[in-house]
């Protein structure tokens, strides 16, 4: 099997080849990655240089990029580039369209036109917006809040736009929150785990009552996988860890991990339309794929901090580089 994986030096995709590197050492992978300041490729270090896989950098907007990969002969698109941040599409939603709505449609395209055997869209749980209690299906309705999830949700549904129209064999997946490694800390867990240990305040939205359901990145892989392998054209598959935590009960077990103080939790302003809680029933999944979730809350926390500890130089690089701007930018009116 030969895989494009767009968005392959960040946090998930990074995951996701490592993860099929080891479960199908045989499957060839092409890592198309515009390298943003999310992707870096200390990443897939371990990797680089192993047959079978091969990086390109570039844009998934690219049409003549995307063409010319696409005419290699490739049998799966799985899409995991993306402008990934919430707060960022707040500042500036226009990356987001270029790159989660335009760039979609040109891999769309492009798989369309060179006959490719599935397009899995990695997507969220964010596009269903937020919901107080119960769980999204697959059927709910579609009510994103962000620039970020409005990006995302226009990707879904051109997904199924071009499945309906053109047959194309496209696959969504709606994934809740992740955590791991090689996480960029601009995200919760990694930010409040870098934070803590360089004894900075640890800043938490609003009252920190939010509620996240939280999934092992390598829990997620391994769904994605059973997706490529088994799953239904155009379908769509919730995937959640079945964790929900509020903001503050993650924030104080974290720092209990790492044993630090209470006392650097700050609260800050909320982020505008800040979704209340997500959660999502993955009944689908479960008993169609045979899919369940490996890691527990605990022991997937303990694996993140753990990482987070023995990697300093990794997240300490990115936290000194371009980064500082962002965080500058970001607090300066909280
Ligand atoms: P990330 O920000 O860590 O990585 C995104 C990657 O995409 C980076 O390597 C970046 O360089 C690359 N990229 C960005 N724009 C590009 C473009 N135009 N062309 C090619 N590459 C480009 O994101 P992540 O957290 O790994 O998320 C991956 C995907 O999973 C995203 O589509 C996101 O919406 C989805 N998702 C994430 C989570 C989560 O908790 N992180 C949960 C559900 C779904
Ligand atoms: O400093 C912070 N303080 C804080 O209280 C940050 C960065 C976040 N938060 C809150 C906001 C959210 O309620 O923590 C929660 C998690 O925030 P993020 O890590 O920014 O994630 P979220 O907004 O939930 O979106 C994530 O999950 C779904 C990913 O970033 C998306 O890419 C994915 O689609």
């Known amino acids: ?22 479960e199908h050492p045989d499957w060839e992978i092409t890592n198309l990655d515009k390298l943003t300041y999310a992707g870096n490729l200390e990443n897939l270090k371990d990797i680089q240089d192993q047959p079978g896989y091969h990086f390109v950098k570039g844009d998934i907007a690219d049409r003549k990029l995307v063409d010319k990969l696409l005419s290699q002969g490739l049998d799966v698109i799985v899409n995991f580039a993306a402008e990934s941040h919430v707060d960022r599409s707040i500042l500036d939603a226009s990356p987001f369209i270029e790159t989660n709505v335009k760039g979609t449609q040109v891999l769309l395209e492009g798989a369309k036109k060179h006959g490719i055997q599935r397009f899995l ?33 226009a990707a879904d549904l051109l997904c199924r736009a071009y499945f309906k129209t053109h047959h194309l064999p496209a696959i969504v997946t709606r994934c809740t929150n992740n955590l791991g490694p090689y996480q960029f800390p601009e995200k919760l867990i990694p930010l409040v785990i870098t934070n803590a240990l360089e004894n900075k305040p640890v800043p938490v939205y609003g009252d ?16 994605l996988d059973a997706v490529i392998q088994k799953g239904q054209l155009g379908g769509i598959y919730n995937i959640g860890g079945g964790n929900e935590k509020t903001n503050l009960e993650l924030i104080r077990k974290l720092l209990e991990l790492l044993n630090k103080p209470q006392s650097l939790i700050q609260f800050v302003t909320d982020r505008p339309a800040h979704d209340r809680r997500y959660a999502v029933d993955c009944t689908r999944i479960t008993t169609e794929l045979g899919w369940k979730p ?8 303990n694996a993140t901090v753990d990482w987070y500890l ?11 580089g371009e ?12």
């Open 1 to 22: 099997m030969k895989l494009l994986v767009t968005g392959g030096a960040g946090f998930i995709g990074s995951n996701f080849i490592r993860h099929i590197r080891q």
């Open 294 to 301: 490996a890691y527990s809350f605990e022991k997937a926390l």
């Open 121 to 153: 869209q990695v997507s969220t749980d964010e596009v269903y917006g937020s919901i107080n209690s119960g769980h999204f299906t697959e059927e709910s309705l579609l009510s994103p809040n962000s620039p970020y999830s409005a990006s995302k949700t």
């Open 310 to 320: 023995k990697n300093e130089s990794w997240w300490r690089s990115i936290k000194s």
């Open 208 to 223: 920190g009552l939010n509620i996240r359901d939280w999934i092992f990145v390598g829990d997620h892989c391994r769904a």
């Open 323 to 334: 980064y500082a701007k962002y965080y500058e930018r970001m607090y300066s009116h909280r």
